[in-house]
């Protein structure tokens, strides 16, 4: 297996970008869910960096399967993003109204946030390498 990591990497950050586009255009739904596989892609990167390959959307695990120890803060802040795999994208994923009304900036700016350290961590962790 090709060691793929930088690419997922790469894409990381241009998802983070994405977040970041929709936010400034007030698209906080999207803003979330494009900062959580931000996330997901980086953690995905630090996997393959160490010869494994992950499988899944739950960046908390993700994170907690990794060969060392993840600061507890960071896999906090992963679960926060791990709420916005669903509920940006799936009007059935609250009691009523479309994805978008249940979402501002706060959530866009805390998810970016997150994202940002995890896509962080990832960069440092495979520095390391």
């Known amino acids: 297996m090709a060691n793929r990591s930088q690419e997922w990497l790469k894409q990381a950050e241009r998802d983070l970008d994405l977040a970041k586009i929709s936010a400034e255009a007030g698209h906080f739904e999207?803003?979330?869910?494009?900062?959580?596989?931000?996330?997901?892609?980086?953690?995905?990167?630090l996997h393959l960096s160490?010869?494994?390959e992950a499988w899944?959307?739950?960046?908390?695990r993700l994170l907690k399967?990794?060969?060392y120890k993840v600061?507890?803060?960071l896999v906090k802040k992963a679960m926060?993003?791990?709420g916005y795999y669903i509920a940006p994208r799936y009007p059935n994923s609250h009691a009523?109204?479309?994805p978008f009304e249940h979402f501002s900036d706060l959530q866009s700016k805390q998810a970016i946030k997150y994202a940002r350290e995890i896509l962080?961590?990832?960069r440092s962790q495979m520095a390391q390498t």
Do not use: Y
């Open 56 to 60: 899944g959307h739950v960046i908390a």
């Open 80 to 82: 926060t993003l791990d």
């Open 30 to 45: 999207w803003a979330c869910f494009a900062a959580q596989q931000s996330a997901e892609k980086a953690v995905k990167a």
């Open 50 to 52: 160490e010869g494994e």
């Open 120 to 122: 962080d961590f990832a």
């Open 96 to 98: 009523e109204g479309a």
């Open 65 to 67: 399967a990794l060969p």
């Open 71 to 73: 600061p507890r803060a």
